[in-house]
């Protein structure tokens, strides 16, 4: 890759340079010693990995807002049914109130009815000639249960229509808060769709970020291979890296152990290391035999990534990983986010490059 083609990568990248350097102080606890100038292009490496891994004050508030709608979805989404079974009560108590309003006016309409006759009774008998007073007594009797069962029929329609008009105002009352419930799991959904796809689109840009780191990545080994110093690297959780790849891996750290899976490993080692481990791995030449003539595949001395700090051959609880343990199957799923890339040929080994 040219000069001209990584520019303007290290025009967006170089603000992240001064931030970068303070996180991997963080990581590496003291100052190492001095050391030859690390190349740009890790550097450039170090901070695109920075900008996709380091949530913006805008993504952590866009991820706090989408939590709190979320919360609020679920809390809306358990009202439903409570709004929807107080509807349905309350429709079926205006149902009954409406019959029963219907009923005490028919009632009291009927009991008018027979209080009229009764009094039109009473007026007859009262004129007849010769008196007849037992007919008399009798009609006024009637008159008078007439009007009292009047007065009941009145105040139980009167009872009945308070009855309606309550029932409808609590009918009312919950179509009115099933309807604002429905209306705000709506608003609700919609708003969260609309910052999930916010949240998908910066995503996307932090693994353009990582997409970008990992087209420099051959750039990063070659340049770095040929000034690299035991100075250039610091421990990360007690593993030696490189040190503009020791933020990017404690996260990876960090991040697999919240998820329940413990890694740790060795990382950097001296090329004299990478030597005795030739001959203890049985290469038929120290110096020339390829890795896979090993009994374990070991890389010529010069040729490692572990001799840069690039790269790890990774554990989980004491054990070097395999392809059906759950610390190498959950770097196959996220590894990559962190830089971080396995060669086929070996579950544990895991580097810039893959290689």
Known sequence: MTNL????????????????????????????????????????????????????????????????QRDALKATT?????????????????????AEDAVARTRY????????????????????????????AKAKAAVTAAAKLTATRRGEAATAATALKTAQGTAEAATTALDGTQAALER?????????????????????????????SRDVVNQVRGSFTVADSTTVYGIRVHKNV?????LMLDDAKADGVDLSGGGFRTRERQIELRKVNGCPDIYTAPASSCRVPTAIPGRSLHELGLAIDITSGGRTLTAGSAGFKWLSANAGRYGFVNLPSEPWHWSITGS
């Open 5 to 68: 083609h990584r520019k303007p990568v290290r025009l967006r990248a170089a603000a992240a340079v001064a931030t970068l350097a303070a996180a991997v102080g963080a990581v590496a606890g003291p100052p190492a010693p001095a050391s030859a100038a690390v190349p740009e292009v890790a550097q450039t490496w170090a901070s695109l990995m920075y900008h996709s891994l380091t949530p913006t004050p805008a993504y952590t508030a866009l991820r706090q807002r989408l939590a709190g």
């Open 246 to 250: 020791a933020y990017a891996f404690k």
């Open 78 to 98: 358990a009202q439903l049914p409570v709004r929807r079974t107080e509807q349905g009560a309350a429709q079926t108590a205006l149902t009954t109130a409406i």
């Open 109 to 136: 309409a009927i009991a008018r009815v027979d209080l009229a006759t009764a009094r039109n009774t009473l007026t007859v008998v009262t004129q007849q000639r010769p008196r007849n007073s037992s007919a008399v």
């Open 188 to 216: 609700t959904t919609a708003a969260i769709t609309v910052n999930q796809q916010r949240l998908i689109a910066l995503d996307q840009a932090n693994a353009a970020y990582a997409g970008q780191a990992a087209a420099l």
